[in-house]
């Protein structure tokens, strides 16, 4: 994928001027030679003012969404599918700590994926396509595909044709 094509893609799912401006230089410092040129408006605006603490080593897909990109917090071997969305002050990390014997792998999420607010997703886990994680979660186990994961517990084989009905009929009334 080309610089553009991913800057003009995450710009359609993307509509507020803070989001846009956390997605380019997101973007811009994997550009390999502006990288340096993008690093104090990442130390100033990403780390100070969004305190955000993204990598450029992170792999992001397509359509990467950030409505209120404040507190996130994404390791470094990270790995995010195309068409996810991240609310504000999650964390992707590592359990390095946990033991001496831990590798220092994150987590690696699906396509169409959805992560709620406050949530916290530990370890090399996969998260697979088409999840919905509900706001103030910690996650550290394996979530396979269709499935919602709410309360320590996550529901396999949901209709998600049927929950984005019922979640635009209800913001539209």
Not at 39 to 66: A, D, H, Q, S, W
Not at 129 to 156: M, P, Q
Request: proline share 3%; aromatic share 10%.
């Amino acid at each position: 994928m080309s610089f553009l094509s991913n800057i003009k893609s995450d710009f359609q799912v993307n509509k507020n001027f803070i989001s846009r401006l956390a997605i380019l230089i997101i973007r811009t410092e994997r550009l390999p030679y502006i990288s340096w040129l993008i690093t104090p408006f990442r130390v100033i605006l990403l780390n100070l003012m969004m305190n955000c603490e993204i990598p450029k080593t992170v792999k992001i897909g397509r359509y990467f969404r950030l409505p209120h990109p404040f507190g996130i917090i994404i390791h470094s071997t990270a790995e995010i599918g195309n068409y996810v969305t991240i609310y504000q002050h999650v964390t992707i990390g590592s359990n390095e700590f946990i033991s001496l014997g831990c590798s220092r792998k994150a987590s690696s999420i699906g396509d169409f994926t959805l992560i709620g607010a406050n949530s916290c997703l530990i370890g090399k886990i996969d998260i697979g396509s088409n999840v919905i994680i509900a706001a103030t979660e910690l996650v550290s186990i394996d979530i396979t595909s269709n499935s919602f994961y709410k309360n320590g517990i996550y529901k396999n084989n949901i209709d998600l044709a049927n929950y984005n009905y019922n979640r635009k009929s209800i913001l539209n009334k």
